[in-house]
């Protein structure tokens, strides 16, 4: 047990249904480990993962246990097996139950935990904050410290409204449990890893290098996580403000374009979300009521409305385009020109004539009467605001968090609190009796302040990317360029820097 | 379908070829959607734990089972081909103009050494000038490139094999090497046609050399004779002194000896000015490139790669389980015989009830006795002396704010063994709680009591 090159061992044991299995998928941000439901019983077997770090070293071996649901039965079962008289320690007297008939029998399920917390380093002890402390609790932590193993009480639920954590940590000092961790496993604190992996590390000190090697692994996931994130809200945003139809003078013409230009968008945004929910190792199902291309789309959410750019606070100047219009621009001739002649200068230099060629095509149209269609600035802001809100609200989100994100928490609080009404729209298997909607809507706006435009930076950027309509993945004709994977890292990092 | 296993001699092959399928795997991937690539992670999965190997271990694999490894040796060997032809063709140009510049016998010195570098000098100052701060990379030219090859070759996944070397030369910052290797290549081989030429006509014909001026004075002409023959001059090429240079306006006829400087001057010029910079720019260009591409790397934020960390490095393993659970808890036995009652009493029990909930209730009858609150094992030793004589009824009050648990089921199955009328009341919980509780209760074949003035009504107890 004290080999150092072996992985540290954990079970997590608890009353049932206290998010045991919740504590493991958040902490392996996992969605899909185990099964989790607001019912007692739910998992009935030892199931175990592994984290890796970096270098694919296993480092932690997390055991996720049945609830520990009749200890008194097991205790009083123990007294008639070996009197308490008979001085036998801990470990000996759990064997000796272990060993009986009703280890396969009437108490299988506590003996399966009991027997995996026997061969762990620690066990973790979960409890939900929002029960009351009863004597049933003190006799399984009775029963688990005869295992002879250090426990680490993990507080969760502790963000529920119903929740009595000063009661709770109360109880575990007078059982001589005094390092405790709060752990929210649905919205989990930005550095509750850290923290529990502190307390342990506190507690297994023979571990405690590798404890810190894996909190130092998980901050550069975390951190990993966020560039990789900005990364992806770039590219959007530089395929967004890249995005350039053709299209002629006439109305009804500019409109069938408008609704193109907007579909696209509203399409790659779409894939923005889903690429961010993958990287964050969450379902589509996190975040379903994203206004889908066109159809059942919800107004206030709706991308082009002038509407949602306000309530996003981004400033809506007089003359912002509204009704088929709203969202795009028509750029008026010197918009992309000017933008691109340092471009033109560089093609020519080259000694090619290809740029400058579909800077001549482009000419040529502009002179035979037609325009082109480009996002709007304000949409391209709103498209950012709202990733980074995403990111945000993904960041603060434990992967045992069943309800979905709720479009109206992407907004940033206003001067009046966003709507926390909104929470009944989710399926019905919610983790808990509404103290989770709670605990999610504080997840969402807890951040510093918001932001009411991108930065000035990636503004820049965005103006430089206008020029290319070549670089937009969604326009007509994408060519893959150097110069727009420099652009869309450096943006990133500008957003980065942002968030 | 090919099986050949993926060693790492294969690995180590080429890195040029690795990270040029990788890109033209990821490309493919991010403009039509992921490839099927279980086969391909878990190959890659088998390498040991470093992200940018199994990304092009699995960009390997899928380019080997797919045909695109092929169209990429294929469109390689294409390439050098093209670049064989092209060089060829410069050569022969050399050589061509190499003749047409001696033409007939009567060699006009400054038309002849324009006609040999003047192209040559322009197109040298234009690369020059490309390395110029704060100009973009000439993406024109890749595009041009790239263009040509959309019109060339014919198959999406062509294009894609251009393309990805594009996008990897672009992204190495390397395309400016690139282009230089091609143009200087072919200039080196125009100038190796050319000198070669130059010195067998030289050798096999007689030239007269001479200079002509209407606009110019004849001063001009000797400083720059001077000037173009300093290099020459440093590689051991003679140069015509001044005299001779003013002499050689082609009015006299001039010593044999003074023709024989004049043509090894030319050809040192051609060398010195020509073969000689090209050469040098070659060299660079390919050092350079040599070490760009050594620094190749994958970046794993670039879109088609990105979303790959989480399958090729996996934070966390899945160890599964220690063994089946066992059959669902049985239901309770109903051929329990119910046991007898003694007398009239009847009784109330908190069960595991919140602090906040008040004990006894409010409204309890004289005639109904309090057990008191049932919460740990003391609490169940005092209530087991207590059933004995059991209440011919009795209520078991339970906070189903609480999940019920298999104590809650044991407890029950006890009171329902002993008491001969047990009731349940649940109080509070949401409606899932409390339909687990009324799952137990069924369970356990025990009934549910609405509220406390129902039992009271059902043990005919009326409420005070």
Redesign the interface.
């Given at each position: 047990m004290t080999d150092a090159s072996k992985p540290i061992d954990l079970a997590v044991v608890g009353h049932t249904n206290t998010g045991k299995t919740s504590l493991l998928r958040t902490l392996l941000r996992d969605e899909s480990f185990g099964e989790v439901a607001d019912r007692p019983g739910t998992t009935r077997h030892v199931e175990s993962a592994q984290l890796l770090t970096e270098t694919g070293q296993a480092i932690l071996v997390l055991r996720d246990t049945p609830g520990l649901e009749d200890a008194m039965g097991v205790l009083d079962y123990l007294d008639q097996l070996s009197p308490p008289q008979e001085r036998h320690d801990g470990p000996e007297r759990i064997r000796a139950l272990l060993d009986s008939p009703e280890a396969a029998g009437r108490f299988e399920q506590e003996c399966r935990v009991l027997d995996a917390v026997l061969k762990t380093d620690a066990a973790l002890y979960v409890i939900d904050t929002r029960d009351p402390v009863l004597p049933k609790h003190r006799d399984e932590l009775m029963l688990l410290a005869a295992c002879g193993r250090p426990i680490l009480p993990v507080l969760n639920f502790t963000r529920a409204a119903l929740s009595d954590t000063a009661a709770w940590r109360d109880a575990l000092a007078r059982l001589g449990l005094h390092a405790t961790v709060d752990f929210d496993t649905v919205a989990p604190a930005l550095d509750g890893e850290g923290q529990l992996l502190d307390r342990l590390a506190l507690m297994l000190d023979h571990h405690a290098v590798a404890l810190q090697a894996l909190r130092a692994d998980l901050g550069q996931q975390r951190l990993r996580r966020l560039q990789d994130a900005t990364r992806l809200i770039a590219e959007l945003l530089v395929d967004a403000a890249a995005l350039r139809l053709p299209c002629s003078q006439d109305p009804t013409d500019m409109a069938t374009i408008t609704l193109g230009l907007r579909k696209r968008t509203r399409d790659r945004e779409q894939d923005c979300v889903h690429a961010l929910l993958k990287r964050y190792r969450f379902s589509k199902m996190t975040f379903p009521h994203h206004p889908l291309p066109l159809e059942g789309e919800r107004w206030g959410m709706d991308l082009f409305n002038p509407q949602a750019l306000r309530t996003f606070g981004i400033q809506v100047g007089k003359g912002l385009a509204t009704g088929a219009m709203a969202g795009a621009t028509i750029d008026v001739l010197t918009g992309g020109l000017s933008l691109g002649t340092a471009a033109l200068l560089g093609a020519a230099i080259g000694g090619a004539w290809q740029g400058a060629s579909q800077w001549g095509k482009r000419l040529v149209g502009r002179l035979a009467g037609n325009t082109e269609m480009t996002v709007d600035d304000p949409v391209l802001h709103l498209l950012g605001l709202r990733q980074l809100a995403l990111v945000r609200a993904l960041e603060c989100r434990g992967h045992a968090a069943m309800r979905p994100i709720d479009g109206d928490l992407l907004t940033p609080p206003g001067p009046e609190p966003a709507g926390s009404g909104t929470g009944d729209s989710g399926p019905d298997v919610t983790q808990d009796q509404g103290g989770q909607a709670a605990a999610e809507t504080d997840a969402a706006t807890t951040p510093p302040e918001p932001l009411r435009r991108l930065p000035p930076d990636v503004q820049r950027m965005l103006d430089e990317a206008r020029g290319h309509p070549a670089w937009s993945s969604i326009g007509e004709d994408p060519v893959p360029d150097a110069r727009r994977e420099a652009l869309v890292g450096a943006m990133a990092q500008a957003l980065f820097a942002a968030l | 379908m090919r099986s050949r296993p993926l060693s790492t001699a294969d690995l180590a092959a080429s890195p040029l070829l690795q990270y040029w399928q990788a890109e033209a795997v990821r490309?493919r991937e991010?403009?039509w959607g992921p490839l099927e690539d279980r086969a391909a992670c878990q190959a890659a999965l088998r390498l040991?734990?470093d992200l940018q190997g199994r990304i092009l271990a699995r960009a390997a694999w899928l380019a080997e089972h797919g045909e695109l490894h092929d169209r990429l040796i294929q469109w390689s060997v294409g390439a050098r081909w093209a670049l064989a032809i092209l060089w060829l063709c410069a050569c022969l140009a050399g050589i061509g103009t190499a003749a047409a510049v001696l033409g007939p016998g009567q060699v006009n010195l400054a038309l002849a050494l324009l006609g040999m570098l003047g192209l040559h000098a322009l197109?040298f100052l234009?690369w020059l000038?490309?390395w110029l701060p704060g100009?973009?990379?000439?993406?024109?030219?890749s595009?041009?490139w790239?263009?040509l090859t959309q019109r060339l070759v014919r198959g999406p996944d062509a294009a894609l094999a251009a393309?990805a070397f594009?996008?990897l030369l672009?992204?190495a910052?390397s395309?400016k090497m690139a282009i230089g290797l091609i143009s200087h290549g072919a200039w080196t081989a125009a100038f190796l046609g050319a000198v070669p030429t130059l010195l067998l006509l030289l050798s096999a014909r007689r030239y007269t050399f001479h200079w002509e001026t209407t606009l110019l004075s004849p001063d001009a002409f000797v400083s720059v004779t001077q000037a173009l023959g300093w290099l020459p001059g440093l590689l051991g090429f003679p140069a015509p002194d001044d005299a001779q240079v003013a002499a050689s306006l082609g009015v006299q006829p001039l010593a044999a000896g003074v023709q024989a400087d004049w043509s090894l001057w030319l050809v040192g010029s051609v060398i010195a000015w020509g073969l000689l910079p090209r050469l040098l720019a070659l060299a660079v260009c390919i050092l350079c490139l040599r070490r760009r591409l050594a620094g190749l790397a994958v970046d794993p934020?670039?879109?088609g790669w990105?979303?790959l960390?989480?399958r090729l490095?996996?934070?966390?393993?899945?160890?599964?389980?220690?063994?089946?659970?066992?059959a669902e808890g049985r239901a309770a036995d109903p051929a329990v015989p119910p046991p007898t009652a003694h007398g009239g009493r009847s009784a109330v029990l908190a069960y595991?009830l919140?602090?906040?909930l008040a004990w006894p209730p409010d409204g309890l009858p004289p005639g109904v006795a309090d057990l008191g609150r049932c919460?740990?094992?003391a609490?169940?030793a005092r209530i087991r002396g207590l059933l004995n004589p059991p209440p011919a009824h009795l209520l078991l009050v339970c906070d189903a704010?609480?999940?019920?648990?298999?104590?809650a089921a044991?407890w029950l199955d006890e009171l329902r063994r002993s008491c001969p009328d047990l009731r349940v009341l649940c109080l509070g919980?949401?409606p899932?709680?409390v339909q687990?509780w009324q799952d137990l209760l069924s369970q356990q074949a025990v009934a549910q009591a609405v509220s406390l003035d129902s039992w009271l009504e059902h043990i005919g107890t009326p409420p005070p």
């Open positions: - | 490309l991010a403009h040991p734990a197109t234009i000038a490309g100009l973009p990379d000439s993406t024109a030219l595009r041009l790239l263009w393309q594009l996008s672009g992204r910052r395309w934020g670039l879109p990105l979303d960390r989480e490095m996996p934070t966390h393993v899945s160890l599964g389980i220690d063994r089946p659970a066992p595991e919140g602090p906040d919460n740990s094992r609490d169940r704010r609480l999940t019920p648990d298999r104590a044991a919980g949401s899932q709680r687990a």
